[in-house]
T-cell receptor, first 113, second 114 residues
Framework: GENVEQHPSTLSVQEGDSAVIKCTYS??????FPWYKQELGKGPQLIID?????GEKKDQRIAVTLNKTAKHFSLHITETQPEDSAVYFC????????????FGKGTKLSVKP | DAGVIQSPRHEVTEMGQEVTLRCKPI?????LFWYRQTMMRGLELLIY????????DSGMPEDRFSAKMPNASFSTLKIQPSEPRDSAVYFC????????????FGQGTRLTVV
């Protein structure tokens, strides 16, 4: 089945710096790659997603890049702010099933003011 | 829409007791998911439904866990009997078209089994 690996598990940056989180997946047939943000005491919330027919997608300070050949995708946050501090999860649908998602283990991002 | 609604938000129970977690998905969503989140194992899919029918329950840890979806607006996850290792945050999520579309998560139920 699909295996999603996420790195790093923790990331600390200074306010204003950029943050990059990387994920690799195993199923070459996967075609949808979302990123979720989870704040303390809340459920994960989608912040950006990308489909396999594009290589990059941007939404203000966040962007996602996809390399299908290497089977990895990355989340980029520029000009980080303290409110970006949260746990971020990548995900991909498992082989043979388009019904659910397999999540990475998460990255705890801390933005220091 | 108020989003995915889960109840209770917190549950503390004694080992051996039955626990029932409840979920109301977003109206119109055809898929409903139950996830469990722990520090050690991260976010694990337990079971998901499509149009009220269970599609994949391979993530349900053992027979002590069961889930139902009697109609499009309600689902339950039951643990009987509960054990301390079941302590976790349980999330319900719903989506329009399954794994290729946005999943909307509820606030979660924090379960503590003592």
């Amino acid at each position: 089945g699909e295996n999603v690996e996420q790195h790093p598990s923790t990331l600390s940056v200074q306010e204003g710096d950029s943050a990059v989180i990387k994920c690799t997946y195993s199923d070459s047939a996967s075609n949808y790659f979302p990123w979720y943000k989870q704040e303390l005491g809340k459920g994960p919330q989608l912040i950006i997603d990308i489909r396999s027919n594009v290589g990059e997608k941007k939404d203000q300070r966040i962007a996602v890049t996809l390399n299908k050949t290497a089977k990895h995708f990355s989340l980029h946050i520029t000009e980080t702010q303290p409110e970006d501090s949260a746990v971020y999860f990548c995900a991909a649908p498992p082989r043979g099933s388009q019904g659910n998602l397999i999540f990475g283990k998460g990255t705890k991002l801390s933005v220091k003011p | 829409d108020a989003g995915v609604i889960q109840s209770p938000r917190h549950e503390v129970t004694e080992m051996g007791q039955e626990v029932t977690l409840r979920c109301k998905p977003i109206s119109g969503h055809d898929y409903l998911f139950w996830y469990r989140q722990t520090m050690m194992r991260g976010l694990e899919l337990l079971i998901y439904f499509n149009n009220n029918v269970p599609i994949d329950d391979s993530g349900m840890p053992e027979d002590r866990f069961s889930a139902k979806m009697p109609n499009a607006s309600f689902s339950t996850l039951k643990i009987q009997p509960s054990e301390p290792r079941d302590s976790a945050v349980y999330f319900c999520a719903s989506s329009f078209y399954g794994g290729n579309t946005e999943a909307f998560f509820g606030q979660g139920t924090r379960l503590t089994v003592v």
